[in-house]
Structure formats: structure tokens, C-alpha cells
């Protein structure tokens, strides 16, 4: 059953939001009972999913959706011991409106969330259905008929009932919107989340941050799929092994050892974090994190120490640790690959239908961002798989002292380690030491072998290419992000009236000494006739 529970969270007057109804309804805990005066009662592990789903600032927007993991339960018994992932949309009504109001509502607007626990990240397949049963219940203007909630729990299992495709799972997220949006700096933070730091995501639009957040996460091949342990740096990462997964690739994303593990032991995933878990980033057990949120406090907050603050309200990446922003720099081949990625979104970009044509869809963008990975990946096991420059120059220094003869293969595997070590310069030295530091690249190499090398990549997708092509795409891309176009319009245009009136002067002159130049009937020019004036006078 992927659909665990779907429930009603409410404002309340003096306790602040409150679980007010629960389908199927929770295990009773040990030693006390499920509910009381105040709402459902929940366990320990479960004390902050109220504040989940009325975000801060709730009551400025009508309606929105946020995205949000939740550890397992210890004494919860059939329920997978792993993270549970909900979605929430919340509405608010004015109260006069209501056919039905209950002793509780003492303020003028009421404000209540229905949301939805799964097993499985599939917040934009539940997304629309959500938004109706919302929309639905609001309108009964009767918050005691929660039928249809019950309803709703029942109906979406049966339509989830199917194994689930990479499609389902995408859903919701848009790899268009996201480099049309942050651009160059889209690669910077995919390759931000190579390196286990704190990155926080802050914006005014909670859902926009989540959706961001898990668009870079499937950029990650089946990376998606295994969010088992998410929710808690406690739990400890293990891949989906139980899954059956229909991919036409699926032989070579295993033989890359995907997924990377970049969440493992000690590391912290909230989409949405209220400011209830706050200790959850200051915690000595959480060692790296990326979570977004729409209070400005976690950004003030000298404990939270982010590395990061990824602004998603005007695309900009603000680099608290000054070290991680020269080591995620990218290079001339990495700007080169994002530009080319960046102009295919440029110019099918159609904010009424994003996905009219594959150039540009997500699929497209996604095929890329595979095809920089694996060449990553394969470049590196090539260098590593090889014997070390260091080795090799000491078997020769040890052959010469000898009077061996060298033979030419033997030269050749040093000339072969240097060309291993170019194709490696275009990925960012200093960003791929810091990545081998991490604990996703040790489990990856301990659990990788020389078959990555079965089918020879030629290193970096845009290998070979120049600083000044970087400069000028830098250049660009920034005129582009600062709108440099539209505000030099009205320069453009005076530059351009001058620049018309003055090839019309220079075309003038020309005529006129073209005509100064052609002979008459005796062969002189005007220019002739000119100059015997002046020498007569």
C-alpha cells in the first residue's frame, strides 16, 4: 500500500496547529491513548508534522503545497522502519462563510491542511488530485464531513496501485524551469550536492523550494528512489534492492553503481523544514544537510552554519564558507556543457506548455546530466583503476640504474597516465579532491570495479574547450541574469540613431569623392580642375 494515511491538520486558537483527523487512524502508543482534547495524539518521532503543513506565513497565501519527510516510527509495528514522505495543501476560509461552526473557531479566517503520507516521493501524482479533495472539502463550508477524506485514502491506492515509473516520480519537478531559472549556476549546485555541505534553500514560495530541490535530486539516476533515509541523519543509507525498476538503461545505471549515496549516515533531506526541527541542524549527529525553508531565521542563525543559501526568489547562491565557492567553480568545458544546455532551453521555452518538443524537455536535460556523470565516472575509475605516476617512474628510475632496457609500452603507460589525468582537468581538480573526500565517493569506489570500463567514454562532454569560450559565456549568461538587454534598450536605441546618422554622413562623403574622382571629357577630375584654381590664385 503506498498511500498510508491521509489527514486533516487545523490552526487552532490556543494550541497552534492540530491533528484533527486521522484515516487510517494511528496505532495506539504504548501506555496512553490515540487522541485527547486537542486533537490526535502522535508519537515522539511525529511532533512537528502540524507544523509541517501550515507553514510560516501560511496566512498570507490562500493556497499552498508543501513538500516533507517524516522518520519512521519505533513502536509502530508493520510500518516500514524507513522515511515516509508527505504532501500537504493548505486553504483558509473566511469564517462567516461556514454552514457549520463549531465552538472552536473564534477568529475570523480558519485555516486547515489536508495532507497525504506515503511510502514513496510522488508528490506531483498526488498533487492535483489534492488540490480537488482540498477544494472540495473547503466547499462543503461543513469541517465535521470528512467522508471524503476517507474516500480519498482509498482511491488514490487503487490508482497508485501500479509499480511506479521514473515518469510518476518526476512529477512535479521541472528541469526546464530549474535552468531557466538558475542557469550557469544550475551546474554549480548539481555539483554542490556531490559534496555532503549545508545547503539551505530559502523563498517565499514553499512549494517552488521543494520542487527545486528534488528536480537537482533526479538529476541522480535512481537517487529518487532510494530516499530510505532521508528523514534522519541517524538512519543509515541501503539501496532499493527490492524494487523492480523498467529502465532501457538500466544495465549501465548499475554498472555505475548508481544511486550515489549522498544521503547517507549524518546527513539531513527536508524539502520543508519549519523552525520546530531547527536543532535538527545544529545537531552534533548531523554532519551535512540540505533543506529549504521560508523563515529567515535559519539564515541568522550562527549554529545552522550553512556553506550555502540558495535563494529561490532571485536565482542567486550566496557562499557563507568563501573556500566551497572556488572549489565549485566551473571550469571552460563546465560552462560550455550548461550553455548548450541553457540556449535549448532558451529557445523552447514557452511558459504555457514546457514540454511541447523533446530539445529541452526535461527527458532531454536529464539525458545530459547522465552523460556528464557517467563520463565523470568513467574518467575517473580510468585514473584510479592505473597505476600511480609515482610507481611507474620509480620502476623506470630502477630500470636505468640497472641498465634495462625501457621498452616503449612501458613509456607509453606514463604518457597514458598524464592524458588520464587531462580528462580529469575539465571536471575541476580541487571540486573532484573534495568529492573523494567524501563518504558517497568511498562507497562508491569500494563498490565499483574496472566494468565501469566496458564501454569507453572520451572524458568530458565539451572536452577541449578554451578559457575565453568560459569568459564569453559567463558574460552572457550574466547580462543575462541582470536583465543588462532591457535596461540598455533606450541606450541601445539612441546608439544606434547615432550609429545610422553617421553611416549616412560616411555614405555622403563617399558619393562625393567618388564624383571628385571620375575623369571628364578631358580627362581631368574635379579634384584637378580644384587644385590648378588654387595654384592660378
Given at each position: 500500500?503506498?498511500?498510508?494515511?491521509?489527514?486533516?491538520?487545523?490552526?487552532?486558537?490556543?494550541?497552534?496547529?492540530?491533528?484533527?483527523?486521522?484515516?487510517?487512524?494511528?496505532?495506539?502508543?504504548?501506555?496512553?491513548?490515540?487522541?485527547?482534547?486537542?486533537?490526535?495524539?502522535?508519537?515522539?518521532?511525529?511532533?512537528?508534522?502540524?507544523?509541517?503543513?501550515?507553514?510560516?506565513?501560511?496566512?498570507?497565501?490562500?493556497?499552498?503545497?508543501?513538500?516533507?519527510?517524516?522518520?519512521?516510527?519505533?513502536?509502530?509495528?508493520?510500518?516500514?522502519?524507513t522515511s515516509f514522505f508527505g504532501i500537504s495543501c493548505y486553504r483558509q476560509i473566511a469564517s462567516d462563510q461556514l454552514i457549520n461552526k463549531t465552538p472552536d473557531i473564534t477568529r475570523s479566517t480558519v485555516q486547515k491542511a489536508v495532507l497525504v503520507i506515503t511510502q514513496k516521493p510522488i508528490f506531483g501524482s498526488?498533487?492535483?488530485?489534492?488540490?480537488?479533495?482540498?477544494?472540495?472539502?473547503?466547499?462543503?463550508?461543513?469541517?465535521?464531513?470528512?467522508?471524503?477524506?476517507?474516500?480519498?485514502?482509498?482511491?488514490?491506492?487503487?490508482?497508485?496501485?501500479?509499480?511506479?515509473?521514473?515518469?510518476?516520480?518526476?512529477?512535479?519537478?521541472?528541469?526546464?524551469?530549474?535552468?531557466?531559472?538558475?542557469?550557469?549556476?544550475?551546474?554549480?549546485?548539481?555539483?554542490?550536492?556531490?559534496?555532503?555541505?549545508?545547503?539551505?534553500?530559502?523563498?517565499?514560495?514553499?512549494?517552488?523550494?521543494?520542487?527545486?530541490?528534488?528536480?537537482?535530486?533526479?538529476?541522480?539516476?535512481?537517487?529518487?528512489?532510494?530516499?530510505?533515509?532521508?528523514?534522519?541523519?541517524?538512519?543509515?543509507?541501503?539501496?532499493?534492492?527490492?524494487?523492480?525498476?523498467?529502465?532501457?538503461?538500466?544495465?549501465?545505471?548499475?554498472?555505475?553503481?548508481?544511486?550515489?549515496?549522498?544521503?547517507?549516515?549524518?546527513?539531513?533531506?527536508?524539502?520543508?523544514?519549519?523552525?520546530?526541527?531547527?536543532?535538527?541542524?545544529?545537531?552534533?549527529?548531523?554532519?551535512?544537510?540540505?533543506?529549504?525553508?521560508?523563515?529567515?531565521?535559519?539564515?541568522?542563525?550562527?549554529?545552522?552554519?550553512?556553506?550555502?543559501?540558495?535563494?529561490?526568489?532571485?536565482?542567486?547562491?550566496?557562499?557563507?564558507?568563501?573556500?566551497?565557492?572556488?572549489?565549485?567553480?566551473?571550469?571552460?568545458?563546465?560552462?560550455?556543457?550548461?550553455?548548450?544546455?541553457?540556449?535549448?532551453?532558451?529557445?523552447?521555452?514557452?511558459?504555457?506548455?514546457?514540454?511541447?518538443?523533446?530539445?529541452?524537455?526535461?527527458?532531454?536535460?536529464?539525458?545530459?546530466?547522465?552523460?556528464?556523470?557517467?563520463?565523470?565516472?568513467?574518467?575517473?575509475?580510468?585514473?584510479?583503476?592505473?597505476?600511480?605516476?609515482?610507481?611507474?617512474?620509480?620502476?623506470?628510475?630502477?630500470?636505468?640504474?640497472?641498465?634495462?632496457?625501457?621498452?616503449?609500452?612501458?613509456?607509453?603507460?606514463?604518457?597514458?597516465?598524464?592524458?588520464?589525468?587531462?580528462?580529469?582537468?575539465?571536471?575541476?581538480?580541487e571540486w573532484l579532491k573534495a568529492w573523494m573526500d567524501t563518504k558517497n565517493y568511498n562507497l562508491w569506489e569500494v563498490t565499483t570495479d574496472s566494468d565501469v570500463l566496458d564501454v569507453p567514454i572520451d572524458g568530458h562532454p565539451c572536452k577541449g574547450s578554451s578559457a575565453f569560450d568560459g569568459v564569453e559565456i559567463?558574460?552572457?549568461?550574466?547580462?543575462?541574469?541582470?536583465?543588462?538587454?532591457?535596461?540598455?534598450?533606450?541606450?541601445?536605441?539612441?546608439?544606434n540613431s547615432v550609429l545610422t546618422s553617421a553611416e549616412s554622413t560616411f555614405a555622403k562623403l563617399v558619393e562625393t569623392t567618388k564624383k571628385r574622382d571620375v575623369p571628364s571629357a578631358d580627362g581631368t577630375t574635379a579634384a584637378d580642375s580644384n587644385n590648378k584654381d588654387n595654384r592660378v590664385n
Amino acid at each position: 500500500m503506498t498511500i498510508i494515511h491521509v489527514i486533516c491538520v487545523a490552526f487552532h486558537h490556543r494550541n497552534g496547529p492540530i491533528i484533527e483527523y486521522v484515516y487510517p487512524p494511528f496505532p495506539t502508543l504504548e501506555g496512553e491513548s490515540t487522541d485527547n482534547d486537542v486533537g490526535v495524539k502522535l508519537p515522539k518521532e511525529w511532533k512537528e508534522l502540524p507544523f509541517f503543513c501550515l507553514p510560516d506565513g501560511a496566512h498570507k497565501n490562500n493556497e499552498d503545497f508543501v513538500w516533507f519527510h517524516l522518520p519512521p516510527v519505533a513502536q509502530w509495528t508493520g510500518y516500514d522502519k524507513t522515511s515516509f514522505f508527505g504532501i500537504s495543501c493548505y486553504r483558509q476560509i473566511a469564517s462567516d462563510q461556514l454552514i457549520n461552526k463549531t465552538p472552536d473557531i473564534t477568529r475570523s479566517t480558519v485555516q486547515k491542511a489536508v495532507l497525504v503520507i506515503t511510502q514513496k516521493p510522488i508528490f506531483g501524482s498526488i498533487r492535483e488530485k489534492l488540490n480537488v479533495v482540498t477544494q472540495t472539502f473547503f466547499e462543503q463550508k461543513d469541517f465535521s464531513k470528512m467522508e471524503i477524506l476517507s474516500e480519498f485514502h482509498t482511491n488514490l491506492n487503487e490508482q497508485l496501485s501500479k509499480p511506479l515509473t521514473d515518469s510518476v516520480l518526476f512529477n512535479g519537478t521541472s528541469l526546464k524551469t530549474l535552468v531557466h531559472s538558475f542557469r550557469l549556476k544550475t551546474l554549480t549546485l548539481y555539483k554542490l550536492f556531490f559534496l555532503e555541505k549545508r545547503i539551505i534553500f530559502f523563498g517565499s514560495k514553499v512549494e517552488t523550494l521543494c520542487s527545486f530541490q528534488y528536480s537537482l535530486i533526479s538529476l541522480f539516476p535512481d537517487l529518487i528512489r532510494n530516499l530510505q533515509n532521508v528523514a534522519s541523519p541517524a538512519l543509515q543509507f541501503e539501496r532499493n534492492t527490492k524494487e523492480i525498476i523498467n529502465r532501457d538503461n538500466r544495465e549501465k545505471v548499475e554498472r555505475y553503481g548508481m544511486p550515489l549515496s549522498i544521503f547517507g549516515k549524518g546527513c539531513f533531506f527536508q524539502p520543508y523544514i519549519p523552525l520546530q526541527q531547527i536543532d535538527m541542524l545544529t545537531s552534533k549527529e548531523t554532519t551535512s544537510y540540505i533543506v529549504g525553508t521560508s523563515n529567515a531565521i535559519f539564515l541568522h542563525n550562527k549554529e545552522c552554519n550553512p556553506d550555502v543559501i540558495v535563494n529561490v526568489d532571485d536565482f542567486t547562491l550566496e557562499f557563507r564558507n568563501k573556500e566551497l565557492e572556488h572549489i565549485v567553480s566551473l571550469t571552460p568545458a563546465d560552462r560550455k556543457f550548461i550553455d548548450e544546455i541553457i540556449k535549448i532551453v532558451d529557445s523552447s521555452w514557452d511558459d504555457g506548455n514546457n514540454d511541447i518538443m523533446f530539445d529541452g524537455s526535461d527527458p532531454s536535460i536529464r539525458s545530459k546530466f547522465e552523460l556528464y556523470l557517467f563520463s565523470l565516472l568513467y574518467s575517473i575509475k580510468l585514473y584510479t583503476t592505473s597505476p600511480s605516476n609515482s610507481t611507474i617512474e620509480n620502476q623506470i628510475h630502477q630500470m636505468e640504474i640497472n641498465n634495462q632496457i625501457i621498452r616503449p609500452e612501458q613509456v607509453n603507460v606514463i604518457t597514458q597516465e598524464f592524458i588520464q589525468k587531462e580528462l580529469l582537468t575539465d571536471f575541476n581538480l580541487e571540486w573532484l579532491k573534495a568529492w573523494m573526500d567524501t563518504k558517497n565517493y568511498n562507497l562508491w569506489e569500494v563498490t565499483t570495479d574496472s566494468d565501469v570500463l566496458d564501454v569507453p567514454i572520451d572524458g568530458h562532454p565539451c572536452k577541449g574547450s578554451s578559457a575565453f569560450d568560459g569568459v564569453e559565456i559567463s558574460l552572457r549568461n550574466t547580462i543575462k541574469d541582470l536583465n543588462i538587454d532591457k535596461k540598455m534598450e533606450p541606450l541601445k536605441q539612441g546608439f544606434n540613431s547615432v550609429l545610422t546618422s553617421a553611416e549616412s554622413t560616411f555614405a555622403k562623403l563617399v558619393e562625393t569623392t567618388k564624383k571628385r574622382d571620375v575623369p571628364s571629357a578631358d580627362g581631368t577630375t574635379a579634384a584637378d580642375s580644384n587644385n590648378k584654381d588654387n595654384r592660378v590664385n
